[in-house]
């Protein structure tokens, strides 16, 4: 039996996204920016959010910031939902990634409620292969 991710099949394509604000934490929409399918369900990408530092601790570390990819299973339920955790570390390179969602040039929208527009398109695979 596989284990842990070698279960996901992945299919992400290059999107554009807005960014909102919710007052807890930072999320873009992921509408059209693919799927995945596990254990013979296929779920769509909804949304990615942010947790610094990580919500999810593994072996009991924590990581300086979390992505949460939540994904909903097609034809499901709406609270039928698969979520990946991609932790991140901090280190001195480039994140093209994380530069595509504008955590650089033009900053997050900082107040409950506020949203900005991602000028550029975004691929989720970036953060889970490091195509940075």
């Known amino acids: 039996m596989q284990r842990g991710a070698n279960r996901l099949k992945t299919r992400f394509y290059a999107t554009q996204a807005i960014a909102t604000n919710d007052g807890h ?33 593994l072996n009991g570390l924590q990581f300086p910031m979390e992505m949460q990819m939540v994904h909903k299973q097609v034809n499901g339920a709406d609270d039928d939902l698969l979520i990946v ?11 093209l990634f994380l530069n595509a969602l504008n955590f650089v040039e ?23 292969d490091d195509m940075s």
Do not use: C, Q
């Open 25 to 57: 934490t930072v999320k873009w929409d992921g509408d059209g920016a693919g799927f995945l399918v596990f254990e013979g369900r296929t779920y769509e990408v909804k949304e990615f959010k942010f947790h610094v530092s990580s919500e999810t601790r």
């Open 85 to 95: 955790g991609v932790m991140f570390e901090e280190t001195n390179k480039a994140n």
């Open 106 to 128: 033009n900053g997050l929208p900082t107040r409950a409620g506020s949203r900005h527009a991602i000028p550029r398109h975004i691929n989720p695979l970036g953060a889970i």
